[in-house]
């Protein structure tokens, strides 16, 4: 299983580490099986598989039995902790290095809350210590949100809040900086100029993974959208199957290839 | 939710169910989303997400959490027992009693063992007859496993012992009979005609459900099919995001649109 120092190793400016979240042991085993050796989780796939609602902080218990389970199957894991399942950073701390206990490789906490509303930089910075002072092994991914949530402003505010959220975090303690969000290639080449750290930002819809790295991003991350590509292939396959048409492709595994998974 | 009764006349031989076979409540919750007023669950999937070997009794906590989280949710579910977690059919049937209590519509159990092998047909039928006993309102659809496993003889023979078991079922008190296995046509048509009860089949590569329709069964399950596809796409996926290309479709639901989902 890949170490936390090999994880880190991973995050290349210019050559990114691209990502893929699971949400559970079998999409997590299969995406080993194909060859990635890490995954992310996305906290939308846990919440939803869950019951519950997204960055909410309802799925803790979650979290860590997830975590649970992959470290035991051997599987390299960085985990979405939302906002950390508490407004206490000491909490929050502890609950990192319960997850760096069992052998997690990074994580990811964010500075909004379930409101979809940016918190006070200085209170996410104090989660942020917290974790990099109890779980000094992990890469720790501050998440900055300006251009997830509905911050107000153009891009270049927005911009101009997550390089100076980034900065605060970094002398917090994180490793990386994560900017979710629909960015311009612009955008995201002024943040990896700015941002004295490996920056993270989502796949993009409209800008390639070789333009991200061209943009020196050094992580892209699948974040929810491996599970809704999964929800959307499943409903149109049922779909086909009830109006009579043949579905799968040959990408789809047989049973024998499921079962002969390591 | 849907009752055990009105689950009942959904198999219509000659216009038949459709029923799609969910893995987690994730998959579940979407697929009721997409209009599917009940689910199967796949023991393929199951067993994967926990860690363990498909067919081989190992996930009787694993399957009833699943019924338990599935019926909490309000979605109707008719649920794989494999062999029934036990050789004790009176072990069977009071599992069979909880699932019933939770309010599952129906379930499944089948007659060949962890090693490919057809059990016997009458240490089949005292598990049928168990849980018929003790969980008189399940859909309770005894599979036959001759298409299944390495049953050895060439199709008519094993279309003589399915409806030999299926009999011997039937008269132990299973309301239905699930032949899995890639069958001919004609094949088909036989158990439909020579099975006195609602014949239920898996999706087929080369069959279509018209087809399967005009052949007169009364269910088409699509097994761990749906599993399958969902694991393949996102390893297509994965793939493609690293190769520079967009991926998603329009079948892909947004964000948005599954936090929307009930």
Redesign the interface.
């Known amino acids: 299983m890949l170490t936390p120092g090999a994880f880190r190793a991973l995050h290349r400016p210019g050559d990114p580490l ?1 990502l ?1 979240n699971a ?5 997590a ?3 080993r099986a ?1 060859g ?1 050796s890490v995954v992310g989780t996305t906290s ?2 846990v919440a ?4 519950r ?2 960055g909410a902080g309802e799925t803790r218990r979650e979290t860590l039995d997830l975590a649970r ?1 992959l470290t ?2 051997g599987i390299a894991v960085t985990v979405d902790l939302e906002a950390g399942f508490s407004d206490d950073p000491d909490e929050v701390g502890d609950f990192a290095a319960e997850l760096a206990d069992l052998g997690v490789v990074g994580g990811n906490i964010e500075d909004s809350d379930a409101e979809g509303r940016l918190v006070d930089p200085g209170s996410a910075a104090r989660k942020v210590a917290a974790i990099a002072s109890s779980a000094p092994g992990l890469y720790l991914n501050a998440r900055t949100d300006p251009f997830w949530v509905d911050a107000g402003g153009g891009a270049p505010d927005r911009a101009d809040a997550a390089v100076e959220r980034a900065i605060a975090y970094l002398e917090a303690g994180a490793t990386g900086l994560f900017v979710p969000g629909i960015l311009e290639l612009e955008v995201v080449a002024r943040l990896t100029r700015d941002i004295p750290a490996p920056v993270n930002v989502l ?1 993009q ?1 409209r800008i ?3 333009e991200l790295a061209a943009a020196g991003v050094a992580r ?1 991350s ?1 974040g ?16 086909g ?9 040959p ?5 024998a290839e ?2 002969g ?1 390591a």
């Open positions: 691209v893929p949400w559970d042991l079998a999409s085993r299969w995406l194909a990635h939308l796939g939803y598989a869950a019951g609602t997204d389970r035991a199957a796949v819809d390639t993974v070789p892209v699948t929810s959208l491996l599970f809704r590509i999964a929800l959307g292939a499943i409903d149109a396959a049922a779909r199957i009830r109006d009579g048409r043949h579905v799968g492709d990408g789809t595994p047989s049973y499921v079962v998974t």
